[in-house]
């Protein structure tokens, strides 16, 4: 038995002696395989089933999509050989000598045709690959009126295409059964660089239906750009205006432009017939004109939401509409120092720009014009009978001209204040003295005098309306001017001696406060009660002229407080325990995950869709501006009231509101907050472990040592303090809560 054993073995050995052996990765020659299109494809089942001479096809088919391709051009002509009646390697008679083995014959009636042999195409580029054509391509071969339904190009192993970059995909179609009702061109992680400074990636939808006899269409045909990086113009076209729900999905990109970018690019151009219009998450910069949307058709929706778009140009914007049915701008941040922020567009001055709603809100904007009306710096545009523009919740840069290049759309009322009083409006006016109010609309403006002062006389355009609190502008078509007279009370304000708090409690739980009715100088108990499942976000407390009154968190659950002069507001949040994933692009195992979760659940720090949080992503400093008013207990309207407050607290000189924020600017933002509310100590750290400390900017020094001590800071990664590094949403989720623990 042992000698039997010992022969199988010896055996087995010689066998495995006899075997080639395989290159390892560093043999001489592997370099020559890291660049190339790989062709992965899905078969349709039934063609499987039931297609002619199946075998001999299926093997002549596995024969061109199992290959490498130098080029995409390359790999784009093979697929395209499989449906030819002239250049394919299949015999299917004397009729079609030369035919591929997708061929169908187009004498075929329908009901006979077979069905169309592939599902999805995906072209996976590896490393970097040359486009190789001179002209555009087509990937997804449509002869005969197939169409595959699903095509994606897929970057993987840092994948980069460069050349003449011109691409389409004919998605959904077919004949009657094998009509596939939707397609979708997907195209991710890719970087692109065009020699002729145009990237062009478009979809087709089912445009030879009709023509063949069939009536049926593509209901939605979607092309899908994620995650990609570009160095030119992103152009793509628009050319199924059959299609009843045709959208364009442009998110999460990177478009930094290169070095001989011209004037006349825009990042990302979109031209054509189509219903829709999805441009989220992307980043600008570089560019000398930003998002350029234009539909033939008003039947549109354009939806611009969550970009960082930064360009530079006289007259020309971060953000052109056209002829949209809808347009939706929110949540950007659009810098132009030397233009207008945003163009709405015609072809001509005098004619309107068609759309039936536009909404602008949220956004931050720091440009020289807020608004272009018109095709050139004399032309004006009128908007359609019944369009809707809603312009609110933005916050705009000092100096901004509300009131040149919009040319009408804004109706400036001046503001000037006399008497001895002070007071407050909401909405306060701009740092001009005018409050805008859009063209045609109404505006409320409601008057609060400050503690000792009263109204004594309001006047419109010179009429006086008496010692009234609200006024009401109707139908704004014309500048306006309004006039508020205040007194001062001779005896001030004393005020009672005693001050019951308003109240400012979140669904979530109850609170206990006592004493109910405290004097000056008493100590407030603030005791909350959460409900099973929450717990307490945040308690603030602001006195009657909305500053921060410093709340003590203390280890038993409750908060304490000295009340001052004057009555305050409690305002406390309760939150859901943190529970299931919030987002989808930060996992349970990720590093930052229950920071990211506490930020957002406390409203510091929002999503940038409904279900991403784009962790690698920037902040700006007027972000933090506004979250670090908020941890305050202030309560910021905007970016703009944001700014003004870190400015009057020695927080920040106010500057580049829209720029990164960098590591050494998070720590001394953070520091100089701390110091302002008597939280920062007397730790400080030795930087000289730190190999790049001497990198550190003079005015970030002690923050970094106070931050590192406070371990509110620590070192990346590699060990390195990397001062001049953006620090991400995810950082700054993690930096907030460990301050938040310093500080509590």
């Not at 009715?517 to 959460?530: S, Y």
């Not at 304490?560 to 949040?573: D, M």
């Not at 309560?635 to 700014?643: I, K, L, S, T, Y």
């Not at 720590?667 to 930087?687: E, K, P, Q, S």
Request: aromatic share 10%; glycine share 10%; proline share 4%.
């Amino acid at each position: 038995m042992k000698k039997r054993m010992l022969a199988m073995v010896m055996a087995l050995c010689l066998a495995l002696s006899l075997l080639p052996v395989t290159a390892g990765a560093e043999d001489e020659g592997s370099e020559q395989v890291k660049n190339y299109v790989e062709i992965r494809a899905t078969y349709n089942q039934e063609w499987i089933t039931n297609g002619r001479n199946n075998s001999e096809r299926r093997t002549l088919a596995d024969e061109t999509l199992n290959k490498h391709y130098e080029t995409l051009n390359a790999a784009s002509d093979a697929v395209a050989g499989l449906y030819s009646s002239t250049g394919g390697c299949y015999n299917l008679g004397s009729d079609f000598p030369n035919a591929g083995p997708f061929f169908y014959r187009a004498s075929d009636s329908p009901s006979d045709a077979e069905k169309s042999p592939l599902t999805a195409l995906e072209y996976i580029i590896h490393g970097e690959v040359p486009f190789g054509s001179d002209s555009w391509i087509s990937l997804g071969g449509d002869q005969q009126g197939f169409r595959i339904s699903d095509v994606k190009l897929t970057g993987a192993d840092d994948a980069k295409i460069s050349g003449t970059v011109s691409i389409s995909a004919s998605v959904a179609g077919g004949y009657e059964e094998t009509f596939v009702q939707k397609g979708c061109f997907t195209v991710s992680n890719i970087e692109f660089t065009s020699t002729t400074g145009n990237t062009s990636l478009s979809a087709n939808g089912n445009t030879n239906n009709k023509s063949q006899g069939n009536d049926k269409r593509a209901d939605e045909t979607l092309l899908v750009i994620e995650n990609c990086t570009f160095h030119n113009q992103l152009y793509s076209y628009v050319n199924d205006p059959d299609s009843e729900n045709q959208v364009k999905k442009i998110i999460n990109n990177e478009f930094v432009a290169s070095s001989d970018i011209g004037e006349g690019v825009y990042a990302f151009f979109l031209q054509g017939q189509g219903t829709g219009c999805i441009f989220q998450g992307n980043t600008i910069t570089g560019y000398k004109r930003g998002v350029n949307i234009q539909f033939e058709s008003e039947d549109g929706v354009v939806s611009i939401t969550n970009n960082t778009i930064t360009v530079s140009h006289e007259t020309r914007p971060a953000i052109q509409l056209t002829n949209a049915k809808e347009a939706i701008v929110t949540g950007n941040t659009l810098t132009n120092e030397t233009g207008p922020a945003i163009w709405f567009y015609n072809n001509g001055s005098g004619t309107e720009y068609h759309a039936e709603e536009t909404t602008i809100t949220d956004n931050a904007i720091d440009a020289k014009y807020l608004f272009q009306n018109g095709n050139s710096e004399d032309a004006t545009v009128t908007f359609g009978e019944g369009h809707k523009l809603t312009f609110s919740g933005n916050s705009l840069s000092e100096n901004m001209d509300l009131y040149t290049f919009d040319r009408g759309i804004f109706i400036p009322i001046t503001v000037t204040f006399i008497g001895s009083g002070t007071g407050t409006l909401d909405p306060a006016p701009l740092n001009d003295g005018t409050i805008p109010v859009v063209n045609g609309e109404s505006q409320t403006i409601i008057i609060q005098p400050t503690a000792g002062s009263y109204i004594s006389d309001v006047s419109v355009n010179g009429v006086s309306q008496g010692a009234v609190n609200t006024v009401t502008f109707t139908n704004v078509t014309s500048e306006q001017t309004l006039s508020i007279t205040f007194g001062r009370n001779s005896t001030g304000d004393s005020g009672p001696a005693t001050y019951s708090p308003t109240l400012d409690v979140s669904d979530g739980g109850t609170i206990r406060v006592s004493p109910r009715t405290p004097e000056a100088g008493d100590t407030v108990t603030i005791t909350p009660d959460p409900d099973s499942g929450y717990m307490v976000g945040g308690v603030t407390v602001t006195d009657r002229d909305g500053d921060a009154v410093r709340v003590t968190a203390n280890r038993d659950g409750t908060y304490t407080f000295t009340q001052p002069r004057g009555r305050v507001t409690i305002a406390v949040t309760f939150v859901r325990e943190t529970g299931e994933t919030t987002f989808s692009d930060v996992p349970e195992t990720y590093w930052a995950y229950d920071e990211i979760q506490w930020a957002y659940e406390n409203g510091y720090v929002n999503g940038t869709s409904a279900s991403t949080f784009a962790p690698g992503a920037s902040i700006s400093r007027q972000q933090v501006w506004m979250i670090l008013a908020r941890l305050s207990g202030a309560d910021p309207a905007n970016m703009a009231e944001a700014r003004t407050w870190a400015m009057e607290n020695g927080i920040s000189d106010g500057t580049t509101p829209g720029n990164a924020v960098t590591r050494q600017q998070l720590v001394a933002l953070l520091y100089r907050y701390a110091t302002m509310m008597g939280y920062a100590n007397d730790a400080r750290a030795d930087l000289s472990s730190f190999p790049d400390a001497d990198s550190v900017a003079a005015y970030a020094v002690e923050p970094f040592q106070w931050s590192v001590a406070n371990n509110i800071v620590a070192g990346t990664s590699d060990g390195t303090l990397n001062p001049t590094g953006t620090a991400t949403r995810a950082q700054f989720a993690v930096i907030l809560y460990r301050f938040w623990e310093q500080i509590g």
